[in-house]
């Protein structure tokens, strides 16, 4: 073979190689490049409610539904934000854990500000102040027309269990029998059975079960406790504190809140 036209040859193959091995590194470049990644929505369109919903009026399941109080609230603090809200059904003992775990954003649920409770979360402005009443039996009305006076004899009183009432009863009453309940249903059904003569808990639902069962039951007219109802937030949230006290303020000034807490609860003071 002609030499220049052997080395013709030999050049045109290195060429074709080179192509070869440039059109094999593209492909192996495209084959490397990562596919597109998906647009994540942006933080902050959900607001995450902490609920206990067995708490009436304030927040609990009627029909299948979450109501009462709290439950318009949540609703109008997520329109107020621009958010879907989401209700995050916690057992009462597990809602500041949740917070703190960032499982929840806010707490809405009948939650009444405490010393103890300050120390772990930050609190809103308060709608409402309330404070602990005692349920009784109707046919023993007579009997503690006194008050709290009247209370210090009994042979047992309940509460419902991690609540405000429970530590009221614990300080208040050392010498009498104690017993504690996992919802204000189970202490109601105590107390009409007679296995304790008072039950104590948060004035609203005391009333709504004296209004349930008024044949059976009725309320020491008196609050044993001055408390504040309030929403829960982390204490590094500052803006979501901000804007809900802000939510709180827009409501009060209209009158909204007003109307919203006398149609649940009518007797508490704004």
Request: proline share 6%.
């Amino acid at each position: 073979m002609n030499p220049s036209r052997q080395f013709r040859s030999f050049g045109t193959m290195c060429i074709c190689l080179l192509l070869m091995v440039a059109a094999l590194g593209c492909q192996a470049t495209a084959a490397k490049k990562p596919p597109p990644v998906p647009e994540v929505p942006a933080a902050g369109g959900v607001l995450r409610v902490g609920i206990s919903p067995n708490m009436p009026p304030l927040i609990y399941r009627q029909d299948g539904r979450i109501v009462g109080l709290e439950a318009e609230f949540a609703e109008g603090l997520a329109r107020h934000l621009g958010r879907r809200l989401e209700l995050v059904e916690v057992d009462w003992d597990d809602q500041i854990p949740s917070l703190e775990k960032g499982r929840t954003d806010i707490i809405m649920s009948g939650m009444s500000i405490t010393d103890l409770r300050r120390i772990r979360i930050a609190f809103c402005t308060p709608y409402a102040k309330t404070g602990q009443m005692a349920l009784i039996r109707r046919e023993d009305i007579q009997r503690f027309k006194t008050g709290y006076y009247s209370l210090v004899e009994i042979p047992a009183i309940g509460a419902v269990r991690d609540t405000t009432g429970d530590i009221f009863i614990r300080s208040r009453f050392p010498d009498t029998r104690k017993m504690f309940y996992n919802s204000l249903d189970d202490g109601v059904r105590a107390l009409m059975r007679r296995k304790i003569d008072v039950l104590m808990h948060d004035a609203p639902a005391v009333m709504l079960a004296a209004a349930r069962f008024e044949n059976h039951l009725a309320p020491v007219p008196k609050m044993f406790t001055n408390e504040y109802l309030a929403w829960g937030v982390r204490k590094d949230n500052a803006q979501l504190l901000g804007e809900a006290n802000a939510f709180i303020g827009k409501i009060k000034k209209s009158g909204r809140l007003k109307e919203m807490v006398n149609r649940w609860i009518p007797f508490v003071e704004r």
